[in-house]
């Protein structure tokens, strides 16, 4: 079982997290068998024991700040853990919360205490003192939360709510396996911000707490404490160490591999032949190697086996490592494997049948291809066997298996290939694939970046990245090593270029390249010597040259740098640090850091801050590195300060663009099609535009038809074409289409009948009998159980906001002040509250009274916030969690 990727490759596969009928079905589909009987027997006590597992992590889901508020209030001192949270939990009902009205909560001031419930109370809290959650690490002190600080405080609540979920996961699932991948990737995190001892502490002090719930039932209390000791454990465990590839290769990628992703693959059970088994188990062992040699059981799929080769490996005449040698020289697999096919494609099955991995190069085809030409099969089989990989990976007694993903680290240059070659059966995929690939690599590539090929639809390329799911990206990844370097393009004269004349940078392009901007020195190639010193138009020219190299075009007013102009000018920092500070500004962040992921984003900033792509493999590493370490703002000081720019463009120099790939300039020039010799002898004939031909009417159109065009967008108003206004419930047809309506409006869909029936039958008929109007009615749903699961409880304060005014109000938050006023409204008297301040509010008296439905508005144009109330109703609420009015920036009065 799998999951496609998000971005439709079909070469990598995310794997799922273990459950116990994945585990036990996908053991049974690799041995090519129906489940045995003690797994019937795994996936019946797992099935029936699914209502308490269920129950399990609902209540300490349900009981979850609770739990957390107890483990940080054991290692945190000098103030309230739990103020940290970001929102608080959902309010109970009016008439619940009446005795507590007098008390005023304030946002993030929110405390959790030990009581009721499985809390037990005063007797439970007097249990929690006397009885131990574990034992303490010598190491461990309790830390201060004003030396913490409010962003951290904030990550380790965030942690230790991650652990708990996964313990939650893994109970349900019946598999700690998500347990053991994600804990050690949280230790490396925990290490380096927090204390792995008082982590241990909050582990334990969540597991004591956890326990108390299910005091009454010692199966399910048993559950919890499994669970809680193997995350225990695995975050004591060391850290282990990552797998290395044992077989010798010239190329250097992919030799090691993180054990988190040997723990999240699927598992593979390896059969051993040993002298002492049973005729059961060496019979199950056999088939093993049935099923990797001939990709199938042959004594179920075709009643065949090769009995004496059986009864020698089963007497301990032969050893495996011989008894797989003789199967692939056999004539069964001769006529299945060789025969068939080219000798090409039969040396990729012979390396997925006997080393369990496809040719690794071009310089290991031509080798085996040689052997296979002179001495056929037999030779070809005896030289994989008698191989050292082999002997490292296999020996004598073992089976060979797949090396697939999880198993061991992979290769780049062969990665698509071997995938396929997995995937497919032999007799349905018979094309040799190694051999074409690898031949294309002689080509030159000039244009291809050491982390893909092709596969990104942009100049640069560079980066395998997958726009579409339609798109098929490339399976021939780019065979660069650390010490290849991409060759690029000097826009500027041939004897200056770096490769040449390393002396050269610092040399200006002059007429041959891009134009060069400097401040107070004369500019170079100028005839008449004019300086720009203490210019202020030739300054805010430099000025508007280094928005557009830094930014890729002039940037919006309100986006200058202000400050950093003005020092400038002024002279109190160079137009180096001037650059770096356009580099760090949120401007650029946003545009070519955030977006993108690491590679992509380096590449990018790499072109604007140093005028030229990435040479290769080895310089991104450095970059993706200090990146991954010490985040944005270090990248871009390395770039800046490097030796490269100081000698290319010194203090007072506007980078420019120095190297470009062949495809850029290729897509810079005419195209050959477009210069003809005779193009003075062509007569060119007048062609309408095609702006034009799809702007013409193709049918005739009633007056009012146009003046309905005309008018729209133009007017005071544009109104909503049906609007759902209730005069009378005596018509019932008009009751049931005011109702639907409203339905659509505040749940945005069409709520399904027996949903109406146990939630909103009585309001229905509080409105048919005319006890409420539309506007109770609309408020009702708001403050409904269904709408606080839907659009209150999966979301943070400023999304529910954002939603409210769409659902009640028909348009975006208008400004910020007003989304600070509603989160107030929302965090002191809860979502009822924040709806009933929004229906009682004056714009929605003035615009839809007592009885109208709320609809999309049409604000007057132009507005404010149009934009954005036409972006928050064409996005599906459900799959997209993005804010449309995150925050507004504040406006600077200068001067007086």
Not at 27 to 42: G, H, P, S
Request: net charge positive; with cysteine.
């Amino acid at each position: 079982m799998s999951v496609k990727a998000s971005g439709g490759s079909s070469l990598a596969r995310p794997q799922l997290y273990q459950t116990v009928p994945v585990s036990a079905i996908s053991q049974a589909e690799q041995q090519d068998r129906f489940l045995a009987k003690t797994e019937l027997n795994e996936l019946v006590t797992y099935f029936q024991s699914g209502q308490k597992r269920l129950a399990i992590a609902q209540t300490i889901t349900a009981n979850s700040d609770i739990i957390v508020s107890r483990a940080a209030n054991r290692i945190f001192t000098g103030g309230s853990p739990m103020a940290y949270l970001e929102k608080p939990p959902v309010e109970a009902p009016k008439e619940m919360a009446m005795a507590g009205a007098t008390q005023t909560a304030q946002p993030g001031a929110v405390t959790y205490v030990e009581s009721g419930g499985g809390g037990g109370g005063f007797f439970g809290g007097l249990r929690s003192i006397f009885t131990s959650s574990g034992p303490i690490p010598p190491g461990f002190r309790p830390i201060n939360i004003s030396r913490y600080g409010p962003s951290n405080m904030q990550k380790s609540l965030r942690d230790m709510s991650w652990f708990l979920r996964y313990v939650t996961y893994a109970i349900v699932a019946g598999n700690p396996s998500i347990i053991v991948v994600n804990t050690r990737g949280l230790k490396e995190i925990i290490e380096r911000a927090c204390s792995t001892d008082a982590t241990i502490v909050a582990l334990q002090e969540m597991r004591a707490a956890s326990r108390e719930y299910f005091r009454q039932d010692a199966e399910a209390q048993q559950i919890v404490i499994e669970y809680f000791d193997v995350l225990i454990a695995e975050f004591k465990a060391p850290t282990p160490a990552n797998k290395l590839r044992q077989r010798s290769s010239s190329d250097l990628q992919g030799l090691e591999l993180p054990q988190s992703y040997f723990n999240a693959s699927v598992t593979r059970q390896k059969f051993v032949m040993k002298p002492g088994l049973s005729e059961f188990e060496k019979g199950e062992i056999i088939r093993a190697a049935y099923r990797q040699l001939f990709e199938r059981d042959i004594t179920k799929a075709y009643s065949q086996s090769i009995s004496y080769l059986e009864s020698q490996v089963r007497n301990g005449d032969i050893s495996m490592k011989e008894f797989v040698r003789r199967l692939c020289k056999s004539p069964l697999y001769r006529k299945q494997f060789f025969e068939p096919f080219i000798n090409s494609r039969a040396l990729e099955l012979a390396f997925r049948h006997i080393l369990g991995r496809g040719p690794s190069s071009r310089e290991e085809v031509q080798n085996y291809f040689s052997i296979v030409s002179d001495g056929g099969l037999g030779a070809l089989v005896d030289a994989l066997v008698d191989s050292q990989e082999y002997a490292d990976y296999f020996g004598e007694e073992t089976v060979p298996y797949l090396r697939g993903l999880g198993q061991e680290a992979q290769e780049c240059r062969n990665w698509g290939m071997q995938q396929d070659l997995f995937n497919y059966s032999a007799p349905f995929r018979k094309v040799p694939q190694f051999i074409t690939t690898f031949a294309k690599y002689n080509r030159p590539l000039p244009d291809q970046h050491v982390y893909g090929s092709g596969n990104d639809p942009l100049e640069i390329q560079f980066g395998a990245i997958f726009p579409k799911e339609t798109r098929d990206p490339s399976s021939s990844p780019a065979p660069f090593s650390k010490d290849t370097k991409r060759i690029l393009i000097h826009r500027g004269p041939g004897i200056n270029n770096q490769n040449s004349n390393p002396a050269a940078r610092s040399e200006f392009p002059g007429s041959l390249g891009a134009k060069v901007f400097r401040l107070n020195n004369e500019l170079p190639g100028s005839s008449n010597g004019a300086s720009v010193k203490y210019g202020e138009s030739s300054t805010q020219a430099v000025i508007r040259a280094a928005y557009r190299q830094v930014f890729g075009r002039d940037v919006y007013e309100g986006q200058q740098l202000t400050v950093a102009e003005n020092k400038l000018e002024n002279g109190d920092i160079t137009l180096r640090e001037f650059i770096k500070a356009l580099a760090k500004s949120e401007v650029f962040l946003k545009t070519y850091w955030t977006p993108f992921y690491v590679v992509k984003a380096i590449e990018y900033v790499h072109r604007r801050l140093l005028g030229r792509p990435t040479y290769g493999r080895k310089e991104m590493n450095a970059y993706f590195d200090l990146a991954s370490k010490k985040g944005f703002y270090p990248l871009v000081d390395a770039i800046i300060d490097s030796q490269e720019y100081t000698e290319a463009f010194g203090e007072d120099t506007v980078p420019y663009e120095r190297y470009l790939t062949p495809t850029g300039l290729k897509l810079r020039s005419n195209r050959p099609a477009t210069i003809r010799e005779d193009i003075g002898k062509r007569v060119d004939k007048e062609t309408t535009p095609r702006f034009v031909e799809l702007g013409q009417v193709s049918s005739n159109r009633t007056e009012p038809e146009i003046k309905f065009r005309i008018n729209q967008g133009v007017t005071q108003q544009r109104q909503q074409t049906k609007i759902f206004k209730l005069l009378t419930t005596t018509d019932k047809v008009a009751l049931e289409n005011t109702i639907r309506a409203a339905y659509r409006q505040i749940f945005e869909r069409d709520l399904p009948p027996y949903i109406v029936q146990t939630e909103f039958t009585s309001l229905e008929s509080k409105l048919g009998n005319e006890e409420i109007n539309v506007k109770e009615f609309i408020e009702g749903l708001g403050c409904s159980d269904l709408y606080i699961k839907e659009f209150y409880a999966p979301f943070p304060n400023t999304k529910v906001i954002e939603l409210g005014t769409k659902h009640f109000l028909g348009r975006a938050p208008l400004t910020q002040k007003e989304i600070q006023k509603y989160n107030q409204i929302l965090a002191t008297q809860g979502i009822r509250g924040f709806i009933g301040a929004m229906v009682n509010s004056m714009e929605y008296l003035q615009l839809f009274g007592e009885d109208t439905v709320p609809y999309r508005r049409f604000p007057t144009l132009p507005a404010a916030n149009f934009p954005n109330t036409e972006r928050l109703y064409q996005k599906l609420t459900k799959q997209d969690q993005e804010l449309v009015v995150p925050s507004f920036e504040p406006v600077v009065k200068v001067g007086g």
